[in-house]
């Protein structure tokens, strides 16, 4: 496997495991599912700090609302897999834009 591949590929997994390491400690602390709609909270603070997080978060959310929305809805194959497709590249962005942050801190070589 190239090198690029691999460094993707990792890129994605940490993507992943970053969004539902966010999404599991968010439903731990407040006892409730995280999602889009704490954009949507009436204190103007709460949507601004909400933003960074949904950022991070989105993929896992995405996916989870939509496997939800296969079974329950019935939603049709083609929905799923573009929906599958978005999360994955945000996945691979937020992955590489975190991996990018712990070598400028120093963290990683």
């Known amino acids: 496997?190239?090198?690029?591949?691999?460094?993707?590929?990792f890129s994605l997994l940490i993507g992943f495991a970053l969004a539902g390491a966010l999404v599991s400690g968010y439903q731990a602390f407040v006892q409730r599912p995280a999602g889009?709609?704490?954009l949507q909270q009436e204190a103007m603070t709460r949507s601004f700090v909400a933003v960074p997080f949904?950022?991070?978060?989105?993929?896992?959310?995405i996916m989870r609302n939509t496997l939800?929305?296969?079974r329950i809805e019935r939603r049709r194959f083609e929905f799923v897999m573009l929906a599958t497709m978005i999360a994955g590249f945000w996945s691979l962005m937020s992955g590489t834009f975190f991996l990018m942050t712990l070598r400028a801190a120093g963290v990683l070589a």
């Open 36 to 38: 889009f709609g704490l």
């Open 68 to 70: 939800r929305g296969a």
């Open 54 to 61: 949904l950022v991070f978060a989105a993929p896992f959310i």
């Open 1 to 9: 496997m190239p090198p690029d591949a691999l460094n993707s590929l």
